[in-house]
C-alpha cells in the first residue's frame, strides 16, 4: 500500500522531491524515449504530413519566470523560450527539428544561457537549427510536388482560451505560410489532445506527488493560526507546496472567505476573514510540469456550526456518489449524474427548490430543451460541472471526452460538487412569473444559508487497480475539526 505523506516526515519528504530539470534536458521521471514515442504516435495518426508547433514566447509583461505551452512541452520536453518545432511524418514515424532563439550574451547574465543547437541534439535526440532558419525550412516543404497535408499546433497558453488566439505568433506565421502557398492548414490539437488524455505511468507518478503535496498544502492550512484575513492562508498553503517541492501554483489560488466563497474563481484573496465564515480554499500545485487541483472548504474558527455542517454533508455526499460511479468502464454521465441527484434532494429538503424538478428561467443563455438539468432550481445552486482532467495544464483533456466517454485506465481528473447561496444570485434572476414563485419558496432558506459556499475537490488518477484519490487531505467534519483543534496560536516565522 502506498504510504500517505501523513506518515512521512518534511525532512524525508523534501528528500523524495526531485529538483527541476535543467532547461533542454529530459526530466528525469519522464524517460526522453517517451516523448519521441508521442511524437511517433503523433505522425502514426497523421499520415505523410507536417506539423509545425510554436512554444512559449519569452514574458514581455513582467519580469516572471517563462513557463512551456503544455502541448509543445508534451511533444519535446524543451522548455526554453521562443522556440518552434517542425515534424515531419513519413510511414508513421516522426523526423523532428527544432528551432531555437539564441539568447544576448548579455542578457544571459540576467537569465541565463539557452543551451544550443549540438546540446539539445545531443541531449534530446532531435535535429536543432536556428530559428532564424525556420521560414525557409517550412517554405521548401510546402513547395514540394505535391505539397503535404500541414498541420499546425497554435501557441496558446490553456485550450480554455483557444478561442481568444488571433495574434500570437504562431498563428501569424502559419497565415502567412497559407496564403504564400495556397494551403489548407489543419489544426492538430484535437488529435494531440487524445494522446494527452491517456496518462503514462510516468505521468501518473508525477500528478501522485502533486496531489500529495497539494493536500499538505490544505493540512497546513487548517493547522495554521485563526487568520484575520484571506491572504494568511493563501500564504501558509503556497509556502507548503514550495517547501515540498511544487514549482509553482497550479492556478491562481482561490481563498473565499463568506460571501467571496460563492464566487467560483474568486482570486483576490485580499478581504478579512470573519469568525463564523466557512474559507474556500481551490488551490494546489504543479510538479515537474503536472498540476493537481483541491479544494477544501474549513471553518475560520475551527468549527461549523450546524447549517455550515449540513450543506458541507451534502457536498461531501454528493462527492461520494460521484467517486463510487468513477470507475474504470464506467460512464462520466452517471458519474455526474448521481451527484446532482443527491444535491438535488438534499437542497429540497432544506427549502432551497420548490422540488427536485421545478424550473427557473435562467440569467444567461442555455437550452433548457438539450439540457433540462441547467434549468433546474435545485442546480442554480450548484452551478458548474463535476471535474475536468488534469495533467500538463490544470484542465487537461481526459479520455472520458471521447468515444464512449467512459472511465479508462490512465485518467486523471478531478470530482468537485458544490453547492453556493446567496441573495445576490436571487437578485441577478429577471422578474418572470417562474422566477418569483422560485424566490417566494427559498427567502427563509436563503436568509438562513446566505452567503454559504461549500466546495469539496480533489484529484484522482485511474490505475490498473482502479480508482485512487490522490490528494489526501482530511475532508470529513470530524477530521477537519480534530486536525483544526491542534492548530497552531502562533504565525511561524
Same mark, same amino acid.
Given at each position: 500500500?502506498?504510504?500517505?505523506?501523513?506518515?512521512?516526515?518534511? $525532512?524525508?519528504?523534501?528528500?523524495?522531491? !526531485?529538483?527541476?530539470?535543467?532547461?533542454?534536458?529530459?526530466?528525469?521521471?519522464? +524517460?526522453?524515449?517517451?516523448?519521441?514515442?508521442?511524437?511517433?504516435?503523433?505522425?502514426?495518426?497523421?499520415?505523410?504530413? !507536417?506539423?509545425?508547433?510554436?512554444?512559449?514566447?519569452?514574458?514581455?509583461?513582467?519580469?516572471?519566470?517563462?513557463?512551456?505551452? @503544455?502541448?509543445?512541452?508534451?511533444?519535446?520536453?524543451?522548455?526554453?523560450?521562443?522556440?518552434?518545432?517542425?515534424? $515531419?511524418?513519413?510511414?508513421?514515424?516522426?523526423?523532428?527539428?527544432?528551432?531555437?532563439?539564441?539568447?544576448?550574451?548579455?542578457?544571459?547574465?540576467?537569465?541565463?544561457?539557452? @543551451?544550443?543547437?549540438?546540446?539539445? *541534439?545531443?541531449?534530446?535526440?532531435?535535429?536543432?537549427?536556428?530559428?532564424?532558419?525556420?521560414?525557409?525550412?517550412?517554405?521548401?516543404?510546402?513547395?514540394?510536388?505535391?505539397? +503535404?497535408?500541414?498541420?499546425?499546433?497554435? /501557441?496558446?497558453?490553456?485550450?480554455?482560451?483557444?478561442?481568444?488566439?488571433?495574434?500570437?505568433?504562431?498563428?501569424?506565421?502559419?497565415?502567412?505560410?497559407?496564403?504564400?502557398?495556397?494551403?489548407?492548414?489543419? /489544426?492538430?490539437?484535437?488529435?494531440?489532445?487524445?494522446?494527452?488524455?491517456?496518462?503514462?505511468?510516468?505521468?501518473?507518478?508525477?500528478?501522485?506527488?502533486?496531489?500529495?503535496?497539494?493536500?499538505?498544502?490544505?493540512?497546513?492550512?487548517?493547522?495554521?493560526?485563526?487568520?484575520?484575513?484571506?491572504?494568511?492562508?493563501?500564504?501558509?498553503? %503556497?509556502?507548503?507546496?514550495?517547501?515540498?517541492?511544487?514549482?509553482?501554483?497550479?492556478?491562481?489560488?482561490?481563498?473565499?472567505?463568506?460571501?467571496?466563497?460563492?464566487?467560483?474563481?474568486?482570486?483576490?484573496?485580499?478581504?478579512?476573514?470573519?469568525?463564523?465564515?466557512?474559507?474556500?480554499?481551490?488551490?494546489?500545485?504543479?510538479?515537474?510540469?503536472?498540476?493537481? /487541483?483541491?479544494?477544501?472548504?474549513? @471553518?475560520?474558527?475551527?468549527?461549523?456550526?450546524?447549517?455550515?455542517?449540513?450543506?458541507?454533508?451534502l457536498v461531501r455526499d454528493a462527492q461520494a456518489a460521484a467517486e463510487r460511479n468513477s470507475k474504470p468502464g464506467m460512464s462520466a454521465k452517471a458519474a455526474s449524474d448521481s451527484s446532482i441527484a443527491v444535491r438535488a434532494k438534499g437542497l429540497v429538503a432544506l427549502g432551497l427548490a420548490e422540488s427536485e424538478t421545478a424550473t427557473f428561467d435562467p440569467p444567461?443563455?442555455?437550452?433548457?430543451?438539450?439540457?433540462?438539468?441547467?434549468?433546474?432550481?435545485?442546480?442554480?445552486?450548484?452551478?458548474?460541472?463535476?471535474?475536468?482532467?488534469?495533467?500538463?495544464?490544470?484542465?487537461?483533456?481526459?479520455?472520458?471526452?471521447?468515444? /464512449?466517454?467512459t472511465f479508462k485506465e490512465g485518467d486523471a481528473f478531478t470530482i468537485e460538487p458544490g453547492i453556493y447561496v446567496s441573495q445576490a444570485m436571487l437578485d441577478a434572476l429577471a422578474d418572470t412569473p417562474r422566477n418569483r414563485a422560485f424566490k417566494a419558496k427559498v427567502k427563509d432558506a436563503v436568509a438562513r444559508y446566505q452567503n454559504t459556499g461549500v466546495r469539496?475537490?480533489?484529484?484522482?488518477?485511474?490505475?490498473?487497480?482502479?480508482?485512487?484519490?490522490?490528494?489526501?487531505?482530511?475532508? %470529513?467534519?470530524?477530521?477537519? *475539526?480534530?486536525?483544526?483543534?491542534?492548530?497552531?496560536?502562533? $504565525?511561524?516565522?
Open positions: 500500500m502506498r504510504s500517505s505523506l501523513r506518515s512521512v516526515s518534511i $525532512v524525508a519528504l523534501s528528500a523524495l522531491a !526531485v529538483s527541476p530539470a535543467s532547461a533542454g534536458r529530459a526530466r528525469a521521471q519522464i +524517460p526522453q524515449a517517451e516523448y519521441a514515442a508521442r511524437r511517433d504516435s503523433l505522425a502514426a495518426r497523421i499520415g505523410d504530413a !507536417v506539423v509545425v508547433a510554436f512554444g512559449g514566447r519569452t514574458p514581455v509583461t513582467d519580469f516572471g519566470p517563462f513557463y512551456q505551452i @503544455p502541448a509543445f512541452h508534451y511533444l519535446t520536453n524543451f522548455d526554453e523560450p521562443d522556440a518552434a518545432m517542425v515534424m $515531419v511524418a513519413r510511414g508513421g514515424k516522426a523526423t523532428t527539428t527544432f528551432f531555437l532563439s539564441p539568447i544576448d550574451p548579455r542578457t544571459a547574465f540576467y537569465y541565463g544561457r539557452r @543551451p544550443d543547437s549540438a546540446s539539445v *541534439e545531443r541531449t534530446l535526440g532531435v535535429k536543432a537549427r536556428p530559428f532564424s532558419a525556420l521560414g525557409t525550412f517550412v517554405d521548401s516543404l510546402a513547395s514540394l510536388t505535391p505539397a +503535404p497535408t500541414f498541420y499546425t499546433l497554435a /501557441d496558446f497558453g490553456d485550450a480554455d482560451f483557444a478561442r481568444q488566439d488571433s495574434l500570437t505568433r504562431g498563428q501569424s506565421f502559419m497565415k502567412t505560410i497559407a496564403a504564400k502557398h495556397r494551403l489548407t492548414v489543419k /489544426d492538430a490539437h484535437e488529435i494531440v489532445d487524445q494522446l494527452r488524455a491517456k496518462k503514462s505511468p510516468a505521468e501518473l507518478a508525477l500528478l501522485r506527488k502533486a496531489g500529495e503535496i497539494s493536500a499538505e498544502g490544505h493540512r497546513a492550512a487548517m493547522l495554521a493560526p485563526e487568520p484575520a484575513h484571506e491572504y494568511e492562508l493563501q500564504a501558509v498553503v %503556497e509556502y507548503t507546496f514550495a517547501r515540498l517541492g511544487g514549482e509553482r501554483p497550479a492556478y491562481g489560488s482561490i481563498v473565499g472567505a463568506g460571501a467571496n466563497g460563492t464566487q467560483l474563481h474568486y482570486m483576490k484573496d485580499r478581504a478579512p476573514a470573519k469568525p463564523g465564515d466557512l474559507v474556500v480554499i481551490d488551490a494546489a500545485t504543479q510538479y515537474e510540469g503536472y498540476a493537481a /487541483d483541491v479544494t477544501r472548504t474549513i @471553518p475560520v474558527s475551527g468549527t461549523y456550526t450546524a447549517d455550515q455542517k449540513k450543506l458541507y454533508q444567461w443563455k442555455v437550452n433548457c430543451t438539450a439540457t433540462p438539468v441547467a434549468c433546474t432550481q435545485t442546480y442554480f445552486w450548484m452551478i458548474h460541472g463535476l471535474g475536468h482532467g488534469i495533467g500538463l495544464a490544470v484542465h487537461d483533456p481526459a479520455q472520458y471526452y471521447y468515444g /464512449d466517454k469539496i475537490e480533489d484529484s484522482y488518477i485511474i490505475t490498473d487497480k482502479g480508482l485512487e484519490r490522490v490528494s489526501n487531505a482530511p475532508r %470529513e467534519i470530524d477530521e477537519i *475539526e480534530t486536525v483544526m483543534k491542534k492548530r497552531s496560536t502562533k $504565525v511561524v516565522p
